[in-house]
């Protein structure tokens, strides 16, 4: 595992700290899952303040370099104790985690050092994953392809959208996951046109259902969509099915570190605009997975950035034909040099049930 406190250090100038406060990127830099409590950081010296119902926990499994220290009484009093005679004189915070009456009070506490955004730098950080990191993301995705295993022969026209989502995510825990990636989606017949749709109480019936779920391991997320058919697919379902299959392996074939992110959008994209359905196709090709199921990079026409080897990364292309029906397709892909290494395993056929 990379020491990520040394690499979190070279975004600090001379004279700078930093406060942590999103629970996921204490997480990340310490090592340590805990919902109360921050990290302060600097150039010599890296605190993890916490209140007593975690201490010992943390104590015992902060990464090297931390030093625990218990939060009593005033955190803005602990916090200037522990920078005094440090030569620090301006802050940097996260500005997505830390609330504006937070950042009033800590502005007004600490009036004697300067506050500044650290911006994108911990996501753009986060975004190249270490083997450890690939290899949580693995396991979580190996729990959810069998919890999609199970649910093939779970599923009939009798069952409705709510139970195909609880039976995922409570198949998932079973099967080894700490959680769930975020909230399942089950959407049936003219509900899979809606790529976000909620499961509803309806029965499945007949037609495309889109399973879009993830599993939880060691806090890292896994993300996968599978659209199967209950009975026969006429002709146009076919071809839908068969354009998105078609555009996400020609972004899988060519999609390699140093490419622009829009222009692997545009592999997948280009190939459902020819088709005639680039108007059903409004999401981007898709975006980084880590412990958070959204995180730096974004695939998508509008982006700037540029694939690095270590980005994991989703490959989503889908098609939504509005009040019909709907296809994705999604897999989990690492970033090499030479192309991308595909960490999903399971069948992308159409599956006929």
């Known amino acids: 595992m990379k020491d990520r406190l040394s690499e979190f250090r070279k975004i600090l100038k001379k004279g700078q700290a930093a406060l942590i406060t999103d629970e996921l990127s204490i997480r990340y830099l310490c090592g340590v899952p805990f919902t109360d409590g921050l990290l302060l950081i600097t150039n010599e010296r890296a605190f993890i303040l916490t209140d007593s119902r975690y201490i010992e926990a943390v104590g015992k499994g902060a990464a090297d370099g931390f030093k625990t220290v218990l939060m009593s009484g005033s955190q803005t009093e602990l916090i200037k104790k522990l920078l005094s005679g440090s030569g620090v004189s301006s802050i940097g915070y996260e500005e997505g985690s830390l609330s504006c009456l937070r950042k009033r009070i800590y502005t007004e506490k600490l009036s004697e050092y300067r506050f500044f955004p650290l911006e994108d730098r911990l996501s753009e950080m986060r975004s190249v994953k270490d083997d450890t990191e690939k290899e949580n993301i693995v396991k979580a995705q190996r729990i959810a392809e069998a919890a999609f295993d199970f649910i093939l022969g779970f599923i009939t026209p009798e069952v409705t959208e709510a139970e195909v989502a609880l039976e995922l995510e409570y198949r998932m825990k079973k099967y080894g996951a700490e959680g769930i990636a975020f909230e399942t989606i089950a959407v049936s017949g003219k509900n899979s046109s809606m790529p976000h749709g909620i499961p509803g109480r309806q029965k499945l019936g007949t037609g495309f259902l889109t399973m879009d779920f993830g599993a939880k391991y060691g806090g890292y997320c896994s993300d996968m969509t599978r659209t199967v058919c209950l009975g026969k697919p006429d002709d146009e379902m076919k071809k839908v099915y068969e354009t998105v299959l078609k555009a996400q392996t020609n972004a899988l074939e ?99 049930l």
């Open 254 to 352: 060519h999609i390699k570190a140093g490419m622009k992110c829009s222009e692997a959008d545009a592999l997948a994209r280009d190939i459902i605009t020819e088709a005639g359905y680039g108007k059903c196709f409004g999401h981007s090709l898709g975006h980084g997975v880590g412990l958070y199921i959204h995180e730096p990079v974004n695939l998508s026409p509008r982006s700037g950035s540029v694939l690095q080897a270590g980005n994991i990364v989703t490959v989503e292309p889908g098609i939504y034909l509005e009040g019909r029906f709907g296809v994705r397709i999604e897999d989990m892909v690492c970033v090499t040099e030479e192309g991308c290494e595909n960490l999903t395993q399971a069948d992308k056929s159409l599956i006929v």
